[in-house]
């Protein structure tokens, strides 16, 4: 079993649609998560950040963490075609992140 | 800052081939990491270092693959010989304030 598991995708929603994106996870230890967007041959970027459980918003996004299922999601609020990306769900480890495959989104106008 | 600084942007090479990817980091940032990405395997962490010391290489495919970083602002990442199943785009991030900044890649394919 993978210590991070993501649905790979693709998910396609139409502009103005909320996206729920979502990893799992097996570590416990887990306290640090974020998410990255990475655009097609761009490299990943950080987009949001949390830490331990609970919720974060940041205008149309908000990144949420339940510990106890060791479950956390990104939702997005008003889809854009600009938000077509892929997304990868990041958890810190000792001193590494462990990343999720990502899961390609695609926003139709 | 200009960000992380990859280079080749893309490198096409033939099977047992000698290639060489290079990293610059964001100055002052202490870590650097090099990934694979591919669809199969996704984002996968080869080697990173701390203060220029190689941490943990436990990604490292094979001894096909080395890595240095001889001082704070370079590194590279070695392949030799090259082999197909090597192709893939290649990662250098550093981290600073907690934060790894990824640069753009290297899209490498051998033939």
């Known amino acids: 079993q993978k210590e991070v598991e993501q649905d790979p995708g693709p998910l396609s929603v139409p502009e103005g649609a909320i996206v729920s994106l979502n990893c799992t996870y097996s570590?416990?230890?887990?306290?640090?998560f974020m998410w990255y967007r990475q655009y097609s041959r761009k490299g990943p970027e950080l987009l949001m950040y949390?830490?331990?459980?609970g919720n974060k918003e940041d205008g149309r996004f908000t990144a949420q963490v339940d510990k106890s299922s060791k479950y956390i999601s990104l939702f997005i609020r008003d889809s854009q075609p600009s938000d077509s990306a892929t997304y990868l769900c990041?958890?810190?480890?000792?001193?590494?992140?462990?990343f999720g495959t990502g899961t390609r989104l695609q926003v139709f106008p | 800052d200009a960000g992380v600084i990859q280079s080749p942007r893309h490198e096409v090479t033939e099977m047992g081939q000698e290639v060489t990817l290079r990293c610059k980091p964001i100055?002052?940032?202490?870590?650097l990491f090099w990934y694979r990405q591919t669809m199969m395997r996704g984002l996968e962490l080869l080697i990173y270092?701390?203060?220029?010391?190689?941490?943990?290489d436990s990604g490292m495919p094979e001894d096909r693959f080395s890595a240095k970083m001889p001082n704070a602002s370079f590194s590279t990442l070695k392949i030799q010989p090259s082999e197909p199943r090597d192709s893939a785009v290649y990662f250098c991030?550093?981290?600073?304030?907690?934060?790894?900044?990824f640069g753009p890649g290297t899209r490498l394919l051998v033939l």
């Open positions: 991030a550093s981290r600073g304030g907690g934060i790894q900044y």
């Open positions: 570590n416990s230890a887990f306290q640090y």
């Open positions: 949390t830490y331990s459980s």
């Open positions: 990041a958890m810190h480890g000792t001193d590494k992140l462990i």
């Open positions: 100055s002052g940032h202490n870590s």
């Open positions: 270092f701390n203060n220029n010391v190689p941490i943990d």
